[in-house]
């Protein structure tokens, strides 16, 4: 199971190739940062929580300014290098989603 990371310039078309609005990705940590995520309780608060291991999960510019914190403070407490890595590349995407108006963060679950 793994999650990839896709920045986009605005909502990519359901089953169309999404090329024209790809920004950037991120591809090469996609276990790591789901067993960063993986303590995370679906049905709790915060935005982390709604991303679908397993599924397809989308982040506007305010949500991913959202979960900018949560992500920090996951950095904060993980030990694991490969997922802090993970985490960093993460906040990375997050940073840029929130500071592009009209685009989003797709996250491709397994």
């Known amino acids: 199971m793994g999650i990839e990371l896709e920045l986009h ?3 990519p ?3 169309k190739t999404s090329e024209a609005t790809l920004l950037q990705g991120s591809y090469a940590h996609g ?3 789901a067993e960063a995520l993986g303590p995370f309780d679906r049905s709790g608060p915060g935005k982390l929580a709604w991303v679908d291991p397993y ?3 989308l982040f506007n510019e305010q949500e991913a300014h959202a979960a900018l914190a949560e992500a920090a403070l996951l950095i904060e407490r993980c030990s694991d290098a490969s997922q802090k890595a993970a985490l960093h590349d993460l906040v990375a995407l997050l940073e840029q ?3 592009t108006p009209g685009s989003c963060l ?3 679950g397994d």
Do not use: P, V
């Open 97 to 99: 989603c929130a500071a």
């Open 55 to 57: 599924g397809d999960t």
């Open 13 to 15: 078309a359901r089953g």
């Open 31 to 33: 276990e790591a940062l």
């Open 9 to 11: 310039s605005r909502r």
């Open 106 to 108: 797709w996250f491709m």
